[in-house]
């Protein structure tokens, strides 16, 4: 249980005790400042503890969100600081300071608690303050004010503010109009009910493999199911962040359920369509691994634009100046963002495709609006990148770098080399191009000298610090030179099963990517070299592929590709649990893709 300290007698009439407790804190009074330093001495090291003014005003949900959020090691409100055990140190010493210059006398006109958020403030200790808008929070110094205080907490709603507060402020034209308005009350219900958020993502991944399985009977009343199911499970999938936000049930484990979730879901559906596809006597199998290779890559560019430009100086531009003008439009803001194609608008098209047409249509229009919607972002951050005069920081660069994915081989490259040839993307894009003709050759051995350039290019793509304009473009384009060979080859193999198998493969490597994000985004650096020398990295892996297709019949390139799927997929899964589920783990809370 948490504890609350209260710095004196509690007003008459003050519900500030109840409130705490409904909170779950352990309330204590101290009679005066010294004695709450002694108060906070006494409780647990592994407790969450507040300090907090007993003339505090405000609403429950301000206290919610200033005393509770997991998130924070340090917060406050107007009247009230709050200290996880990380923070507990910092608190405690700032407390002592305070009662050293107060000389420990009880507080009449001044506030205990803000006193010691500004010498956290001082200290450099990184206090967090939620935003509150329209709720309350005041520590009122007379009955006048205490009085108007109380009147500003009566005209304003505390539970409509927390619903709305419980829906992310920017979303889709889908997910804003036709799911958020009753999603809401679903996560509500939820939260009454005692079920967390994880449960409820569980609940979305379970309703879209059974979407998947429904699609994969390959019938017409399989496929309306699947699409109902489909819309089901994204409901589902804002619910869970939804109740999050509600009722402040963030988790490290939580976040990263909801982040790799959302892609299992979609590929797996993917899947889902090309066994029921198969079943009528279709083969798509190329475009659901097509439509998996192309909607990474698009999560790959956005990943690493905002890495590299995040934390850059001097980092603005006209192309920026137009793009935040046209949001200050109505209109304009739902068309940008609906010609994206976002999560939300993706799933309900694949919906309603799947329902009334069938698997190949489906992949046909999601081919092409994937890919209008990957020229049009791309384009606009190409635009941005060359018209900022951005100076991009180290940590960028060494982002960027972990997302390139290179692996021993490319490594080696880079140390045997001398020469150092020119801009990275350049070298990058060169040996690129050198792989995709070699795979088009019709030259048996061709595709393996071509990936021999690539491993060599890719290791002098990052032989310098990835700190150019553009440079934010090479790990995107090495996840598409990957994820093509894959593909390429599989097709040309043209036996029945390579193509599944290459979508095993590239989904076991995709998540791969994904989990390094992620880690990034936490600052937790990128996946252990080991397991970057144990799966080979981008370009060892393209070179093993490429092998195997050479020196293989068809039916043992299949096979290969299967054994290669499930052996990255073991180490990579095992490796990631391991490290998400651990302490070290960052506290990444994903609010969300745009794409």
Same mark, same amino acid.
């Given at each position: ?130 935003e509150l808008g329209s709720l309350v929070a005041a520590v009122p110094a007379d009955p006048q004010a ?36 009753y999603s809401r009350y679903i996560a509500r219900w939820c939260a009454r009910r005692g079920l967390t ?227 990275? /993307?350049? =070298? %990058?894009? +060169?040996?690129? $191009? ?5 795979? @088009?050759?019709?030259?048996?051995? #061709? *595709? ?115 054994? /290669?799927? =499930? %052996?990255? +997929?073991?180490? $990579? ?5 391991? @490290?998400?589920?651990?302490?070290? #783990? *960052? ?9």
């Open positions: 249980m948490s504890t609350a300290i209260l710095t004196g007698q509690p007003v008459p009439g003050s519900s500030i005790e109840g409130d705490l407790r409904s909170l779950g804190f352990d309330v204590r009074i101290a009679s005066d400042a010294s004695d709450a330093e002694t108060l906070l001495a006494q409780v647990p090291a592994g407790r969450r503890v507040a300090v907090v003014d007993p003339r505090f005003v405000g609403h429950l949900h301000a206290l919610r969100l200033g005393l509770t959020d997991p998130r924070f090691d340090l917060a406050a409100i107007p009247g009230a600081v709050t200290a996880q055990p990380a923070g507990r140190h910092a608190l405690t010493r700032a407390m002592a300071r305070e009662n050293s210059v107060g000389g420990g006398t009880a507080l009449a006109v001044d506030s205990l608690a803000d006193r010691v958020v500004a010498a956290l403030d001082a200290d450099g200790a990184g206090v967090h303050r939620p205490r009085n108007e205080a109380r009147q500003a907490v009566a005209d304003v709603d505390d539970e409509a503010v927390r619903l709305k507060s419980a829906v992310k402020a920017r979303d889709g034209f889908f997910t804003t109009f036709f799911i958020s308005p958020p994880n449960q409820v993502t569980t609940a979305s991944l379970l309703t879209a493999l059974i979407a998947a399985g429904c699609a994969a009977t390959g019938t017409r009343i399989g496929f309306v199911a699947a699409g109902v199911l489909l819309i089901a499970s994204f409901v589902l999938d804002c619910t869970d962040g939804q109740l999050a936000r509600y009722s402040l049930q963030y988790s490290t484990l939580g976040a990263w359920l909801d982040a790799t979730f959302d892609r299992a879901k979609e590929y797996a559906y993917y899947a889902g369509l090309a066994l029921g596809a198969a079943r009528g006597g279709d083969d798509v199998w190329a475009l659901a691994l097509g439509a998996m290779v192309l909607q990474t890559c698009r999560h790959v560019v956005d990943f690493s634009f905002n890495e590299a430009n995040h934390d850059a100086t001097a980092n603005t531009s006209p192309t920026a100046a137009l793009s935040d003008k046209l949001d200050s439009v109505g209109w304009t803001v739902w068309v940008r963002r609906m010609i994206v194609l976002p999560i939300g608008e993706r799933w309900a098209m694949i919906a309603v495709l799947t329902a009334v047409t069938t698997p190949r249509i489906t992949f046909y229009v999601l081919l092409v609006g994937c890919a209008f919607a990957a020229t049009y972002t791309t384009a606009g951050r190409v635009l941005r990148s060359l018209t900022r005069k951005a100076r991009r920081t180290d940590r960028a660069a060494r982002a960027l770098a972990d997302l390139a994915d290179n692996g021993p081989l490319a490594s080696l490259v880079a140390r045997a080399t001398p020469v150092r040839l020119g801009n990275p /993307l350049l =070298v %990058a894009a +060169a040996g690129t $191009v050198v792989l995709a003709v070699s795979l @088009f050759s019709g030259v048996t051995w #061709a *595709p393996v000298a071509g990936a021999v350039v690539y491993t060599v290019t890719a290791g002098q793509a990052l032989c310098r610090p990835l700190k150019g304009a553009l440079d934010w473009l090479v790990p995107p384009l090495f996840r598409a030179a990957e994820y093509g060979t894959v593909l390429i080859l599989a097709a040309q193999a043209d036996v029945n099963g390579a193509l599944p198998a290459a979508f095993g493969l590239v989904a076991a490597v995709a998540y791969h990517h994904y989990d390094t994000v992620y880690r990034i985004r936490g600052d937790a650096g990128a996946p252990p070299a080991w397991l970057t020398r144990a799966i080979g990295g981008h370009e060892g892996r393209t070179l093993l592929v490429t092998v195997l297709a050479a020196v293989l019949t068809a039916s043992q390139f299949k096979v290969a590709l299967t054994v /290669l799927a =499930v %052996a990255v +997929a073991l180490v $990579v899964l095992v490796e990631s649990i391991r @490290f998400w589920v651990s302490s070290g #783990a *960052p506290a990444v809370h994903d609010e969300g893709e745009p794409a």
